[in-house]
Antibody, heavy 123, light 108 residues
Framework: QITLKESGPTLVKPTQTLTLTCTFS??????????VGWIRQPPGKALEWLAL???????RYSPSLKSRLTITKDTSKNQVVLTMTNMDPVDTATYYC???????????????WGQGTLVTVSS | SYELTQPPSVSVSPGQTARITCSGD??????AYWYQQKPGQAPVLVIY???ERPSGIPERFSGSSSGTTVTLTISGVQAEDEADYYC???????????FGGGTKLTVL
């Protein structure tokens, strides 16, 4: 059974760096074809894709946020970490991590999601 | 940047058929996926690769594709289907994940 859970601060100040951790079980990020992505959703708004990391450490980022994002993995801990620099109130959102399903390096889709974590950016 | 366009809202009566569209120039080349999201919950995949249904998803959910538009069809809509629905695909280069703006399905 695949499960994912996001953890991190619920409140960050403007200009600070956000670090979120996705801890998962039921699969290994060292298995060929596996990936984990991050998606966020501002209150009352649509989903927005942020980043994706593949089993072989290849990475993809949203073009609009690429300069602020870093995604890494710790296979031994079954964790994926997302950092976002220079946080702003418009970054207030629920942040989700999700298991990516797809063929090879095809971006694919997200078949299992974490419960999400609400991050508020405010001074 | 590439966009997927969905109608903001769709309303149907129980037992009727709901159709939610998603339009994008790259859809003839890229698969589309659909997610259902109920208030306060994470999205749930209901359709993958345009028309495939994951295990556990009721048969009343189906997907289709025609040119630059994909459609999620819910036949015999039930009250529990009231939710937001999002399409997802990739841009023409296949390097960026894109979500549609979402459609709120209201069951009258």
């Amino acid at each position: 059974q695949i499960t994912l859970k996001e953890s991190g601060p619920t409140l960050v100040k403007p200009t600070q760096t956000l670090t979120l951790t996705c801890t998962f079980s039921g699969f290994s990020l060292s298995t060929s074809g596996v990936g984990v992505g991050w998606i966020r959703q501002p209150p009352g708004k649509a989903l927005e894709w942020l980043a994706l990391i593949y089993w072989d450490d290849d990475k993809r980022y949203s073009p609009s946020l690429k300069s602020r994002l870093t995604i890494t993995k710790d296979t031994s801990k079954n964790q994926v970490v997302l950092t976002m620099t220079n946080m702003d109130p418009v970054d207030t959102a629920t942040y989700y991590c999700a298991h990516r399903q797809g063929d090879g390096y095809n971006l694919g889709y997200f078949d299992y999601w974490g419960q999400g974590t609400l991050v508020t950016v405010s001074s | 940047s590439y966009e997927l366009t969905q109608p903001p809202s769709v309303s149907v009566s129980p037992g009727q058929t709901a159709r939610i569209t998603c339009s994008g120039d790259a859809l003839p080349k890229q698969y589309a996926y659909w997610y259902q999201q109920k208030p306060g919950q994470a999205p749930v995949l209901v359709i993958y690769k345009d028309s495939e249904r994951p295990s556990g998803i009721p048969e009343r959910f189906s997907g289709s594709s025609s040119g630059t538009t994909v459609t999620l069809t819910i036949s015999g809509v039930q009250a529990e289907d009231e939710a937001d629905y999002y399409c997802q695909s990739a841009d023409s280069s296949g390097t960026n994940v894109v979500f549609g703006g979402g459609t709120k399905l209201t069951v009258l």
